[in-house]
């Protein structure tokens, strides 16, 4: 599976931003497309994920009520709505996708692949 992100740039205090992340390669039908930030010094971050098929989605407490996570399947594409962004939500985000339970989709460790990262930065 590859993964391909896109979408982030400057964005001021209270405004949105919306990520991308294409996928390609395998069916991705059996996956999960998660969302994580990591900012300068700080260890990767859960921000969101999908289930690629059916229903289930999960957010970080950060993020609820500000973000929205949602898919196109017949794209292959998942996208990452953010609004009333801070900035503390100035980081790298990455996609990423795992195959495991809905209880893991926090872990950056379980992921089986990533996208190259996209920058995100929200000005005061």
């Known amino acids: 599976v590859q993964l391909q992100a896109s979408g982030g740039g400057l964005v001021q205090a209270g405004g949105s931003l919306r990520l991308s992340c294409a996928a390609s390669?395998?069916?991705?039908?059996?996956?999960?497309m998660g969302w994580f930030r990591q900012a300068p010094g700080k260890e990767r971050e859960f921000v969101a994920a999908?289930?690629?098929?059916?229903?289930?989605?999960r957010y970080a407490d950060s993020v609820k009520g500000r973000f929205t996570i949602s898919k196109d399947v017949a794209k292959n594409t998942g996208y990452l709505q953010m609004n009333s962004m801070k900035p503390e939500d100035t980081a790298v985000y990455y996609c990423?996708?795992?195959?495991?339970?809905?209880?893991?989709?926090?872990?950056?460790?379980?992921?089986?692949?990533w996208g190259q990262g996209t920058q995100v930065t929200v000005s005061s």
């Open positions: 999908i289930r690629w098929s059916g229903g289930g989605t």
């Open positions: 390669g395998r069916t991705f039908s059996n996956y999960v």
């Open positions: 990423g996708a795992t195959t495991v339970v809905f209880s893991s989709w926090d872990d950056p460790e379980r992921y089986h692949y």
